[in-house]
Nanobody, 128 residues
């Protein structure tokens, strides 16, 4: 069973920095794309940043130049370094990973599937 656990959230003043971490545990074949999403009160969940296993990354326009996503594939972790934080960055931040896992049908035939997995979220509050 695959599990994602985030850490590193908290209360921080505007302009300061914070680093979020997410670790993947369990049993899987490969971890493909990993990313961070956030959801502010009364708003829909939105993409913050994604990192593909080959090192490429993509960011929401609102965080470009301020946030950096990185991966440690050896430790099955993804990080989000957040700098120059603004009050509008306040949200619950969720780790997401696209993971391939192996399974077996009741007939005994094996199969592989790819699913998206979510962590439980970590609160980030930017306020003076």
């Amino acid at each position: 069973q695959v599990r994602l656990v985030e850490s590193g959230g908290g209360l921080v003043q505007p302009g300061r920095s914070l680093r979020l971490s997410c670790v993947v545990s369990g049993s899987w074949l490969t971890v493909n794309k990993m990313g961070w999403y956030r959801q502010a009160p009364g708003k829909e969940r939105e993409l913050v940043a994604t990192a593909i296993s080959d090192g490429n990354a993509d960011y929401a326009d609102s965080v470009k130049g301020r946030f950096t996503i990185s991966r440690d594939n050896a430790r099955n972790m993804v990080f989000l370094q957040m700098s120059s934080l603004k009050p509008e960055d306040t949200a619950v931040y969720f780790c997401n990973a696209e993971i391939r896992t192996s399974h077996t049908y009741s007939s005994g035939r094996p199969y592989i599937k790819t699913d998206g997995y979510w962590g439980q979220g970590t609160q980030v509050t930017v306020s003076s």
